[in-house]
């Protein structure tokens, strides 16, 4: 225990500086209250009792001290994200933890064919007027959290499954952030959306399994389809290549015939008009040219005279002919 010497020396301490400590102090907040560093991508909101007062740029700032005036410092040029669905938990150089289980309420939706989707994404979004980010929505950050769910819920309601699960994917995405973006125009939160990207979609756990094995049957029929189209494309157009070459070679053999056909008309036509001329001179025209003709073909021939009793002189003919020849 102090002795009564040292209680009156200490006594005698704390009246001699006690105003000297009591100053110390009094400066010490008056510093930590008015003196305030706002970082280079953010911009301070300053409210004087409640009310908005100015906004201020970044660097080292002064306000009213002692809670006459209160600064908020908004990240007004950073980029910002939600997840749903899961949580990052830690990020390391080589592996990014994430959490998934207790987040399932937000990710689990049904589709517009009355299918379940378990649909994980990400808003990317910056706050482009401090103001209305604090003070036109209360706690906006919640609010665009609701948003962002409500949105996807609804376009995700408007597709099968299937068209989440695969080729509309990237359309479901592009539309929940023209929404989104409509709905933070609409409620004047400050807020505008950068990106939505879909993480990953998947058909619930339960029935992960069954939905693969129909997946897969799916794509045996195409693969079965697009194998019958390309023997169709095959034999099909061959049979009518052939098909139509029959016919080409079936109408030019006919168009032969009736050519040679007129033109046997019209040598008999000829003929027949010399003949009626000169009826004479026309038969023995034809029958020299007809022996002309037959003759040649002719090995041994034996040439007699009208009445068959004598014999007239033997003429090489053939060889006559291969001499004109």
């Known amino acids: 225990m102090a002795t009564s010497n040292e209680m009156d020396y200490y006594v005698f301490l704390f009246k001699k500086y006690y105003k000297k400590v009591i100053l110390g102090l009094f400066v ?25 007062n100015r906004t201020v740029d970044p660097g080292l700032n002064f306000i009213l001290p002692f809670g006459i005036e209160k600064m908020y410092k908004i990240p007004v040029q950073r980029q910002l994200k939600q997840e749903f669905g899961f949580r990052t938990v830690s990020v390391g150089h080589s592996r990014t933890q994430y959490a998934k289980e207790q987040y399932t309420d937000e990710s689990l939706m049904l589709t517009g064919d009355l299918n379940l989707a378990d649909v994980e994404w990400v808003i990317q979004y910056r706050i482009v007027n401090s103001y209305d980010y604090l003070f036109r929505v209360r706690n906006a950050e919640d609010a665009l959290h609701d948003m962002s769910e409500a949105a996807m819920r609804k376009i995700v309601g408007d597709r099968t499954v299937n068209e989440v699960l695969t080729v509309g ?12 973006q409509e709905m933070c125009i609409e409620y004047e939160n400050g807020i505008r959306i950068d990106q939505v990207v879909l993480q990953d979609v998947n058909p619930p756990d339960q029935v992960k399994a069954s939905f693969n094995a129909v997946n897969e049957a799916q794509q045996e029929r195409e693969t079965l389809i697009n194998q019958a ?12 290549g052939e098909a139509q070459e029959t016919i080409q070679v079936a109408e030019g053999y006919a168009l032969n015939r009736v050519n040679r056909a007129t033109g046997e008309a019209d040598r008999f036509n000829s003929l027949y008009s010399e003949y009626i001329r000169a009826p004479e001179v026309t038969k023995m025209r034809i029958y020299f040219e007809t022996m ?3 003759l040649p073909k ?18 090489n003919l053939q060889q006559h002919q291969i001499e004109r020849e």
């Not at 995405?173 to 023209?178: G, M, P």
């Not at 002719?298 to 003429?315: Q, V």
């Open 292 to 294: 002309e003709r037959i």
């Open 169 to 180: 994917r990237q359309e479901v995405a592009t539309n929940v952030e023209v929404l989104l």
């Open 28 to 52: 010490l907040i008056l510093l930590l209250t008015a003196i305030k560093t706002v970082g280079p991508e953010k911009e301070g909101v300053v409210l004087m009792l409640g009310k908005y």
């Open 298 to 315: 002719i090995d041994n021939k034996i040439i007699m005279d009208e009445k068959g009793t004598n014999l007239l002189p033997l003429f």
């Open 229 to 240: 189209e390309s023997e169709y494309n095959r034999v099909i157009p061959r049979a009518r």
